[in-house]
């Protein structure tokens, strides 16, 4: 009976345990899951955390490099170091001022960029102080280095531009943009200097050649009534002066100079030629001309606009790697290279070159206006007056022509213009001194006047020999002068000339009425210009092979007629 109660409890406890330990295993379970979504979750926390001390190590950096440095540079750009400031106000403008000037207009420009930013406004106005005092100084400088121009016309022009003024044209620019005034005022002035210093010059150097001209005149005289030697003949020494490239020029105090006239003499040259004259005043003319215009344009055209320095950190300009929808559709590339297509030129291409062309031209345009107010060249005419001898006026012709191609290639059209015109007024001068001498050839070919009571104009052999003689050397001459084959000035004035001698040679021949004599003496004037011909004139150039083969055809024709009229009272 004792064991029954002790077995009792036993066996209850044994049935209740089962029930406690099927729960326990299910909520353990749960647990640990809810742990390792735990830990993941810190995890995976912990990892953006080092990520993102990562990104705002980087974005640090990247600021201190963005934000940082430039704006170092913006404060250091919009403050006015005291040697800049000390330099401007108490040190006389010299070779100092050309980079502290640049130094102290990239500041200025700055400051008023940056107009926003208080420190800057504060700026404002000490920079504005500066830039006035600046603005003074350079007047005053500038303006007495005009002065040896404006007094003194003995003053070596080139020298003071090339190595005075050009030294600072940093500094004029800075009053272009700065000062535009007071750049106005000093260009004015130069302006004012140079043309006194030219006009006196030049018109002084003409008139020297002037006075050397007037010693020995040559005038225009006719193929007809000429009595100059040297018209008898090619003088190639004469023809030289056609060209830039050939004897010295004429220098202004030689009019003067007595031995200069001892020494032409001793040279067989009585005086200077009127074509070397010109020469002479043209080629100091075309020097002068294009080196002035050379030097304004560069001088007093420059940039609208300070040319900033590149920097790669600054506030100012745009990301390099965040172009604008129109910069990138002006800068791809549309061709299509792959299909065959034909490249397309962007509408904004199109405008920049627009642009571009148009203010080239704007600038030559003003560049051509200061030009022309410095320079006056209407003293070269005064070479023209009396009108010169067809051969040296022909001469002077092809100088100009020579010239203007040099002018050409020093690229300054207002002497390129003037030269050419002058040129234009020469050619009627020409034409009609050619025309003077076709209308003396051919009345003297006609007999005289043709009113009734005119008197006939007797020739002699030596009359019509010294025309035969003028008229090669004419002819000679142009042909040296004439490089092209066709030139219908030159050729067409020649064969009337031609026309208008062969007619005269027969007229004076006609009075011979035996007919061998008459043959005989048409046969030796033929000769004689065939020989004139054959001497001086370029046989290479087609207009003398045809001159030489006409004259040849007559004198073959007069020798057939010598022949024929000797054998006809043998019959």
């Not at 810190?42 to 600021?63: A, G, M, P």
């Not at 090619?234 to 060209?243: P, Q, T, Y």
């Not at 021949?509 to 035996?514: F, Y």
Request: hydrophobic share 40%; net charge neutral.
């Amino acid at each position: 009976m004792s064991s029954l109660p002790n077995a009792a409890p036993s066996e209850s406890l044994s049935t209740h345990q089962p029930s406690s330990y099927s729960v326990e295993p299910d909520t353990s379970c749960k647990r640990v899951h809810d742990f390792l979504q735990l830990h993941d979750q810190v995890r995976t926390s912990v990892n953006l955390l080092d990520s993102l001390e990562s990104f705002l190590s980087t974005f640090q950096k990247d600021l201190s490099a963005k934000v940082e440095e430039p704006l170092s540079n913006l404060l250091t750009g919009i403050t006015i170091p005291p040697a800049l400031a000390t330099l401007i106000l108490d040190s006389p403008v010299g070779e100092p001022w050309i980079e502290g000037i640049e130094d102290f207009e990239r500041r200025l420009v700055t400051i008023k960029a940056r107009s926003r930013v208080k420190a800057a406004r504060d700026l404002g106005e000490v920079a504005e102080g500066l830039r006035i005092v600046a603005a003074t100084k350079l007047r005053g400088f500038f303006l007495a280095l005009f002065q040896p121009i404006r007094s003194n016309v003995t003053t070596n022009m080139q020298v003071i531009q090339t190595s005075v003024l050009s030294k600072y044209n940093g500094l004029f620019a800075f009053l272009q943009r700065q000062a535009p005034n007071v750049a106005h005022e000093v260009q004015r002035s130069y302006v004012a200097a140079a043309r006194v210093y030219y006009e006196t010059g030049f018109r002084r150097y003409a008139r020297s050649l002037t006075w050397i001209k007037a010693r020995f005149v040559e005038k225009h005289q006719t193929i007809v009534v000429s009595e100059r030697e040297k018209d008898l003949q090619v003088d190639l020494e004469r023809l030289a002066f056609a060209k830039i490239v050939g004897p010295g020029v004429t220098l202004g105090y030689m009019a003067d100079d007595k031995s200069h006239d001892r020494q032409l003499t001793e040279l067989g040259s009585k005086k200077e030629p009127v074509e070397a004259l010109f020469r002479s005043l043209l080629l100091v003319f075309m020097d002068n001309a294009t080196a002035e215009y050379t030097f304004v344009k560069t001088f007093f055209s420059v940039d609208a606009s300070l040319p900033m320095k590149e920097s790669s950190n600054s506030m100012l300009s745009p990301p390099l790697w965040s172009p604008d929808r129109a910069t990138f559709a002006d800068q791809r590339s549309v061709a299509g290279s792959d299909y065959g297509g034909q490249r397309v030129v962007s509408a904004g291409i199109v405008n920049a070159l627009n642009t571009v062309e148009t203010a080239s031209k704007e600038e030559q345009a003003v560049t051509d206006a200061l030009w022309k107010q410095i320079m006056d060249p209407s003293f070269l005419k005064s070479t023209l007056d009396p009108i010169p001898p067809v051969i040296p006026l022909l001469t002077m012709i092809r100088l100009m022509e020579d010239v203007v191609v040099e002018v050409q290639k020093r690229n300054c059209p207002p002497v390129e213009f003037y030269v050419f015109g002058l040129r234009l007024q020469m050619w009627p001068v020409f034409q009609k001194a050619m025309a003077e001498n076709a209308d003396a050839l051919k009345k003297l070919a006609e007999g005289g006047g043709s009113g009734y009571f005119s008197r006939a104009i007797a020739t002699t052999d030596a009359g019509v020999s010294s025309i035969c003689r003028r008229y090669t050397a004419m002819f000679s001459s142009f042909v040296q002068l004439t490089e092209q084959e066709e030139e219908t000035m030159i050729f067409a004035n020649l064969l009337r000339l031609r026309q208008e001698l062969t007619k005269l040679i027969l007229r004076h021949t006609n009075s011979i009425t035996d007919v061998v004599k008459k043959a005989t003496a048409l046969s030796s004037i033929y000769e004689s210009l065939l020989k004139g011909l054959s001497k001086d004139t370029l046989s290479a150039h087609p207009k003398s092979q045809q001159e030489i083969a006409y004259w040849a055809n007559l004198h073959e024709e007069a020798k057939r007629k010598i022949v024929s009229a000797s054998q006809q009272p043998r019959r």
